[in-house]
């Protein structure tokens, strides 16, 4: 492979500039809340090794006000609640007493599975900037969901962030609806940071076939990988509900993230038909192979779709510096990897010593108006 082909391949590794508008973090603690004729929003809180759920109505200085669910109906978890009450009997809770307590102790909002599909490139300004130009595609994320507060390991990494809108199935999802017009009018709704080391994506990506989501599995499963926001909502109205929500985060007080789903380039029926259409594929992943959570064409319930990330990332490309390094470590001797794998190695040095990805101490939020908040520590 030559020096041409080198640069295009490391020109499409999934990621985008840092740029975004530089903001403070203002009002972390306070989030609006939909109105339940729009949403039901959940949380919960565990005490004495048990789960309460809320119905929340109001979001405000880092205290969170709700009806207690689990009193009311028995239900412990916002799926199951939903699955046997419905909508309008829940909705009705929210006229009954609130009681208040700090939003540090929320925590999981739903139980969750530990196999979700995953889409890259899924924002047109991203695809742009990473020269990604036959995705968006999908992949497997194989990791247990973790609290919105939970610390999130940095380790030997190259760290790096993405907030995703969370689409999580209410019961299985039969995906041949999509393609008939019957697919489902509600899904719950949370936030997700789809964490992701680009060392590891980088040296298990397919240099030929990017979207063939080769590697990002790899990339994006280690344990803490997917924090997950601390409210879990079900709007009535599903699609225009998702796509008006706001995608925000900052790295340290720094806006680093920022867009509306509406800008997606698969929407949430198109997603599904994605998934449909890759039945039966799998992907490498720990030496087996694994395919999107969709046995027999149905997504099981409780299962998460996140639906891509904006431009804001840290990786930004592989500079020019780290092309010839890398050339030249292969024409000197090195032709038993190919030239690409030379350079991705010389890239992941340089960013390790550039200091720019996350690193222990540094703090992350997601914050999104209806939807709740992400605080992440990175740790080692």
Known sequence: MGFLRAGIFVMTLLGSTAAGA???AEGFGTVEIAPVAEALTFARVQEDGHHRLLLVSAYEEGMVSGVDVTAALGADDPID?????????IAALAA?????????????????????????????????????TDGPFLFPKEVEPTAFNAPVPAGEALLDYEVEL????????????????????????MLCNDVTDRAALMRNVDPNDVTSGKGFTTGKSAPGFLPVGNLFVIPRELRPFAEAAELRLWRNGELKQSATQSEAIWDFDELLRQTKARE?????YQGRQVGLPAPGGTIPART????????????????????????????????????????VERHIAQEKASGDYLKPGERVQIAVRYLGEIDSTIVE
């Open 22 to 24: 530089a903001a403070q």
């Open 81 to 89: 609640a939903y699955a046997a009450h419905g909508y309008e009997a």
């Open 96 to 132: 009954g007493r609130a009681e208040r307590m700090p939003a540090g102790r929320l925590t999981l909002p739903a139980r969750l599975t530990a196999s979700h599909i995953a889409a890259g490139t899924n924002f047109p300004e991203h695809a742009e900037e990473a020269t990604v």
């Open 166 to 189: 969370c689409f999580v199935a209410l019961a299985p999802v039969d995906l041949n609806g999509a393609l008939d017009g019957t697919a489902p009018e509600r899904m719950g709704l």
């Open 280 to 284: 039966g594929m799998t992907w490498e």
């Open 304 to 343: 998460a779709i996140l639906a891509g990330t904006p431009d804001g990332t840290i990786f930004h490309g592989v500079n020019k510096s780290a092309m010839a390094l890398g050339l030249w470590d292969f024409v000197a001797g090195g032709w038993d990897r190919p030239v690409t794998a030379h350079v």
